[in-house]
T-cell receptor, first 112, second 112 residues
Framework: DTEVTQTPKHLVMGMTNKKSLKCEQH?????MYWYKQKAKKPPELMFV???????INESVPSRFSPECPNSSLLNLHLHALQPEDSALYLC???????????FGPGTRLLVL | SQQGEEDPQALSIQEGENATMNCSYK?????LQWYRQNSGRGLVHLIL?????REKHSGRLRVTLDTSKKSSSLLITASRAADTASYFC????????????FGGGTRLMVKP
């Protein structure tokens, strides 16, 4: 199973809402990632979890809160987002450093 | 920050022709990867080339790496309409963590 799944596929939320994005992999990968991608731009790294611990936070605003409940799951909690946060949010996993990353299909988020 | 720059930004060719995309990067690397992304979807890993390798093949794909020039190229031979997608190079920036930095991408259109 080389699949990374993400839910929901689409999400529309208001600036006062609280929502969560979910990501799951069953490849035994110990590193998981959140990326943000705007239209016609490359993915930008947000967070890296390694062995269920946050190892990299790329100066992401606190309205984005990651969580890694176990080695297979990665969540991104959203609160008080701004319209400019509208983007495709991609989750990925890898077996470790310097390894290929496997991406999920993404959650397309629209903040109104 | 964006490590790699890709050119061209957009490429339109006829089915059967070859497509060449170039990537330049700024810092030393352990490896360089190429990914493909269909419109609004997740990224799919195509090929990884390590810093001590100069050329790698996978099916209709050929990747070269010139570490002295800090550049890489991706050649797709005998292109098909189904190759229409965005192509990104990604480098690890020779860091000990799990960070990938993506280039700006090349949008390839293959006309049937």
């Amino acid at each position: 199973d080389t699949e990374v799944t993400q839910t929901p596929k689409h999400l529309v939320m208001g600036m006062t809402n609280k929502k969560s994005l979910k990501c799951e992999q069953h490849m035994g990968h110990r590193a998981m990632y959140w990326y943000k991608q705007k239209a016609k731009k490359p993915p930008e790294l947000m967070f890296v979890y390694s062995y269920e611990k946050l190892s990299i936070n790329e100066s992401v605003p606190s309205r984005f809160s990651p969580e890694c409940p176990n080695s297979s799951l990665l969540n991104l909690h959203l609160h008080a987002l701004q319209p400019e946060d509208s983007a495709l949010y991609l989750c990925a996993s890898s077996g470790g450093a310097l390894e290929t990353q496997y991406f999920g299909p993404g959650t397309r988020l629209l903040v109104l | 920050s964006q490590q790699g720059e890709e050119d061209p930004q957009a490429l339109s060719i006829q089915e059967g022709e070859n497509a060449t995309m170039n990537c330049s990067y700024k810092t030393s690397i352990n490896n360089l990867q190429w990914y493909r992304q269909n419109s609004g979807r997740g990224l799919v890993h195509l090929i990884l080339i390590r810093s001590n390798e100069r050329e790698k093949h996978s099916g209709r794909l050929r990747v070269t790496l010139d570490t002295s020039k800090k550049s890489s190229s991706l050649l797709i031979t005998a292109s098909r309409a189904a190759d229409t997608a965005s192509y990104f190079c990604a480098t690890d920036g020779n860091n000990a963590g799990n960070m990938l930095t993506f280039g700006g991408g090349t949008r390839l259109m293959v006309k049937p």
